[in-house]
């Protein structure tokens, strides 16, 4: 199991998280739900020790994430890739085996629908394209823990059913996914809970729970408050 403990993070001088705790269980997605400037991508990445963690602590099976980070993939948006360096599909899906040549990157990159395309340079392709390059890049790696921030946006709907099929079929083998989203309705149905975020945690529950008029009108608020709907607090460790 995935533990966040009160987890605070941002940048100098600009506090972006605030006392985050939840936890993230074999066969289960998550989805992170708020307004733009709420902490999804930050929670994500202070999760990886890419931003800094102001306080608090993550866990993975016990051992602080930081010590495991193989362990997790990381999908980072589209618009933080830098899509002119050249590079090719192959070489990018490549990285998440270290570099090596493997036959996983062929058959992964076969069952993503982007075979025909690993010699091309990654700024040649159409946002679904990419986006599955870096799917695939993930799957290769074979991480327990997945990271996804707005997988769906900017891709055709055979590219959003591909990446739906491949999270499925993840958390059916035992991932633990959690996904940042602004794709509501049937995306958002397919959690196992969402956790509406906006510098703190404001609920967490089913999604029939948590996307409620009353939640949403808090979440998305100046000044938000508090509500969680997990009855049971996430365990701590010495």
């Given at each position: 199991m995935l533990v966040v403990e009160s987890?605070?993070?941002?940048?100098?001088?600009?506090?972006v998280l605030a006392e985050v705790s939840f936890t993230l269980a074999p066969q289960e997605m998550v989805g992170l739900v708020g307004p733009n400037g709420a902490g999804k991508s930050t929670l994500l990445k202070a999760l990886l020790g890419l931003l800094p963690q102001v306080s608090g602590r993550v866990w993975l099976e016990l051992r602080p994430l930081l010590h495991q980070r193989q362990r997790v993939a990381y999908i980072p948006q589209r618009s933080e890739i830098d899509w002119d360096y050249p590079i090719t599909v192959e070489q990018v899906v490549r990285l998440g085996c270290g570099g090596r040549r493997s036959p996983q990157v062929l058959s992964?990159?076969?069952?993503?629908?982007?075979?025909?395309?690993?010699?091309?340079?990654?700024?040649?392709l159409s946002g679904g394209q990419q986006q599955r390059v870096f799917l695939a890049r993930a799957l290769v790696q074979g991480a327990d823990v997945f990271c996804l921030d707005e997988p769906l946006t900017g891709v055709d709907a055979h590219a959003e059913q591909v990446i739906l099929?491949?999270?499925?079929e993840l958390r059916q083998n035992g991932a633990m996914i959690l996904v940042s989203t602004h794709h509501w309705g049937e995306f958002l149905q397919q959690m196992n809970r969402v956790m509406l975020l906006n510098q703190r945690l404001i609920a967490v529950g089913t999604p029939q729970e948590v996307m409620t008029p009353e939640f949403l009108q808090h979440t998305y608020a100046k000044n938000p408050s508090s509500f969680n709907l997990e009855r049971q607090k996430p365990p701590l460790f010495c």
């Amino acid at each position: 199991m995935l533990v966040v403990e009160s987890l605070s993070a941002g940048y100098p001088g600009r506090p972006v998280l605030a006392e985050v705790s939840f936890t993230l269980a074999p066969q289960e997605m998550v989805g992170l739900v708020g307004p733009n400037g709420a902490g999804k991508s930050t929670l994500l990445k202070a999760l990886l020790g890419l931003l800094p963690q102001v306080s608090g602590r993550v866990w993975l099976e016990l051992r602080p994430l930081l010590h495991q980070r193989q362990r997790v993939a990381y999908i980072p948006q589209r618009s933080e890739i830098d899509w002119d360096y050249p590079i090719t599909v192959e070489q990018v899906v490549r990285l998440g085996c270290g570099g090596r040549r493997s036959p996983q990157v062929l058959s992964t990159l076969e069952r993503l629908g982007l075979l025909a395309l690993r010699r091309r340079r990654i700024g040649a392709l159409s946002g679904g394209q990419q986006q599955r390059v870096f799917l695939a890049r993930a799957l290769v790696q074979g991480a327990d823990v997945f990271c996804l921030d707005e997988p769906l946006t900017g891709v055709d709907a055979h590219a959003e059913q591909v990446i739906l099929d491949v999270l499925t079929e993840l958390r059916q083998n035992g991932a633990m996914i959690l996904v940042s989203t602004h794709h509501w309705g049937e995306f958002l149905q397919q959690m196992n809970r969402v956790m509406l975020l906006n510098q703190r945690l404001i609920a967490v529950g089913t999604p029939q729970e948590v996307m409620t008029p009353e939640f949403l009108q808090h979440t998305y608020a100046k000044n938000p408050s508090s509500f969680n709907l997990e009855r049971q607090k996430p365990p701590l460790f010495c």
